[in-house]
């Protein structure tokens, strides 16, 4: 999803299986793992079930084992 705000603040997100819906405007959102910010325009790895997003593959993949657990 594109977001063509300008607002610098972090942006509330619903998460779907394959795309996700801004709640709330913003140009970022934190990893689940890391807590890194996470650009929209950069955001490929969320979680639908957990409503989360990663910053990478290996923070998605982390938090995927620590549910295992």
């Known amino acids: 999803m594109l977001n063509f705000t300008r607002d610098q603040g ?3 997100i619903h998460y779907g299986a394959s795309d996700y819906i801004i709640l709330n405007a ?3 959102v934190r990893c689940a793992v890391t807590g890194d910010k996470i650009l929209l325009e950069d955001l490929k790895y969320w979680n ?3 409503q989360e997003a990663y910053c ?14």
């Open 10 to 12: 972090e942006a509330k």
């Open 48 to 50: 639908d079930e957990l």
């Open 26 to 28: 913003g140009a970022f």
């Open 56 to 69: 990478d593959a290996r923070a998605s993949t982390k938090r995927l084992l620590e549910n295992k657990s």
